[in-house]
Nanobody, 123 residues
């Protein structure tokens, strides 16, 4: 069983920034991709960003391209999501995800989820 512990959510004004962190209990030699998803009230969970095990390949949802950046520290077994130019539509619970394998995908490819951290962007 892999545990994912997230931190960094909170309340921010539109145009502001936040950085989310997620530390995994999985050993650093793992080649699993990791990512971030989000779920707004009344909506389905959606992909936000993903990163491969080496940290040199990333993928983003169109809605966050150019504003969010995902990164990975394999030594610390931690991934980050730097969120800039936040908009009220970014308000959601954000979930860290560990994929079953090396490929970044949708929710069906996720093996483990974090508990979620709330991000609220006020206008």
């Amino acid at each position: 069983q892999v545990q994912l512990v997230e931190s960094g959510g909170g309340l921010v004004q539109a145009g502001g920034s936040l950085r989310l962190s997620c530390t995994s209990s999985r050993r650093t030699s793992s080649n699993n991709a990791m990512g971030w998803f989000r779920q707004a009230p009344g909506k389905e969970r959606e992909f936000v960003a993903g990163i491969n095990w080496r940290g040199d390949s990333t993928s983003y949802a169109d809605s966050v391209k150019g504003r969010f950046a995902i990164s990975r520290d394999r030594v610390k077994a931690t991934i980050y999501l730097q969120m800039n130019s936040l908009e009220p539509t970014d308000t959601a619970d954000y979930y860290c995800a560990s994929y079953r394998g090396a490929t970044i995908g949708d929710t069906r490819s996720v093996a483990y989820w974090g508990q979620g951290t709330q991000v609220t962007v006020s206008s």
